[in-house]
């Protein structure tokens, strides 16, 4: 069965700091691993995604997130917080053609 | 490439009531997820359909819960004699099988009172 850890469930950066939000994941075949973020009240919106290809991923608002094997870790990151990237994020892993296993989810706080 | 689009975006009802959700994914993806979100949690699977097919169901989903996709395209969550504890946020999504990413609506918002 596939997990997924996320360690912290809140996190306060201020603004043009480092973001980094942890993701560990079990999964007992080659992964795909996901970033969504949600803002309140609405569906979640896909940040970035690894199925295989380059381990650092490149997604939108500046996101990236770096597949590590060694340490079942795809934890995600942005050099510079904006006030904007208040949300709360979730990690996800699913195998090919199959459903998603979500996280709890990292509610990310940025201060002025 | 209008989305996915989910009906109704709030519902309030009273324990015991009977609830149906409609869902209606990207037209080109065979792929529809439901969802559940419940405060301070992630979305938990509830059930998944590749065109009409309901390939998978989730512990979660008991016996009053339903879920059908008739024609392939739009589907339907009916949750019958609604309890307090099913007060939540019902996603859904949908996708190309190869690609793996799910395409997410805003949810519909259940409260039992």
């Known amino acids: 069965a596939q997990s997924v850890t996320q360690l912290g469930s809140h996190v306060s950066v201020s603004e043009g700091a480092l973001v980094l939000l942890r993701c560990n994941y079990s999964?007992?075949?080659?992964?795909?691993l996901f970033w969504y973020v949600q803002y309140p009240n609405q569906g979640l919106q896909l940040l970035l995604k690894y199925t295989s290809a380059a381990t650092l991923v490149k997604g939108i608002n500046g996101f990236e997130a770096e597949f590590k094997k060694s340490e079942t870790s795809f934890h995600l990151t942005k050099p510079s917080a904006h006030m904007s990237d208040a949300a709360e994020y979730f990690c996800?892993?699913?195998?090919?053609?199959?459903?998603?296993?979500f996280g709890a989810g990292t509610i990310l706080r940025v201060k002025s | 490439d209008t989305g996915v689009s989910q009906n109704p975006r709030h519902k309030i009802t009273k324990r015991g009531q009977n609830v149906t959700f409609r869902c209606d994914p990207i037209s080109e993806h065979n792929r529809l997820y439901w969802y559940r979100q419940t405060l301070g949690q992630g979305p938990e699977f509830l059930t998944y359909?590749?065109?009409?097919?309901?390939?998978?169901k989730s512990r979660l989903l008991s016996d009053r819960f339903s879920a059908e996709r008739p024609k392939g395209s739009f589907s339907t969550l009916e949750i019958q004699r609604t309890e307090q504890g099913d007060s939540a946020m019902y996603l859904c999504a949908s996708s190309r099988r190869e690609s793996g990413e799910l395409f997410f609506g805003e949810g519909s918002r259940l409260t039992v009172l």
């Open positions: 996800a892993v699913g195998e090919y053609g199959n459903k998603l296993v």
């Open positions: 359909f590749q065109n009409e097919a309901q390939l998978e």
């Open positions: 999964s007992s075949v080659p992964p795909y």
